[in-house]
């Protein structure tokens, strides 16, 4: 006899397929009634838990955000080289099967309905921001302990991070955008850029 899902656990069971169908889809083409049926739940019980598909689908960014930034995290603890603290973050970034979701997915869903739904891109705005900014303060440390050229812009430099981040995601949506080695390109020269260290 299977044992029925505590309330917590058909919550996050919600989440965690809504997070994967609005990463693999679309906002807008992405229905409760599927990510119901997918979870394993019922739409009144879904609608239980989030009251909206808007509600669900920030609570998604939300945890994509904290799961990517956990994966940051341990990543740079895992480096000892200062210098290899923006790398790895980056390569931890795209782990595929770590996370439900990929946050950069999730912010071109997002930002195909920011335009009507001042809420989405609101949220949308005020995450990507958070993001810059762990990434700008972890250059700042790598700055201050010899790990990347202290003469490089930590502000802007973390804008060129997250814009990489939204070019792979939309190398990986758009066929052909992109030569197969162009994003390990571009990585080798942010690094050699920013460590004047050749990768």
Sequence with gaps: MTSRLSAPERRQAVLDAAC?????????????AEIARESGVSEPILY?????????????????WL????????????????ARWVPAIAAAAFEVGKCPAVLADLWVQAL??????????????????????YVADLIRLSQAAGGAVAERDADAEAWIF??????RTLAGRLDGLLAPDDLDRIRASRTEWMTARRV
Aim: hydrophobic letters at 40%; proline letters at 3%.
């Design 67 to 82: 799961d990517t930034r956990a994966r940051w995290d341990d990543g740079v603890a895992a480096e000892p080289d200062p």
């Design 162 to 167: 997250v814009s990489v981040g939204l070019l």
């Design 20 to 32: 994967r169908i609005f990463s693999e889809g679309s906002y807008r083409g992405t229905t409760t």
């Design 112 to 133: 195909s309905v920011a335009n009507d739904d001042s809420v989405i891109g609101a949220a949308l705005a005020a995450q990507m921001r958070e993001v810059h900014d």
């Design 48 to 64: 239980r838990h989030f009251a909206s598909k808007r509600e669900l689908y920030l609570a998604c960014l939300e945890t994509a």
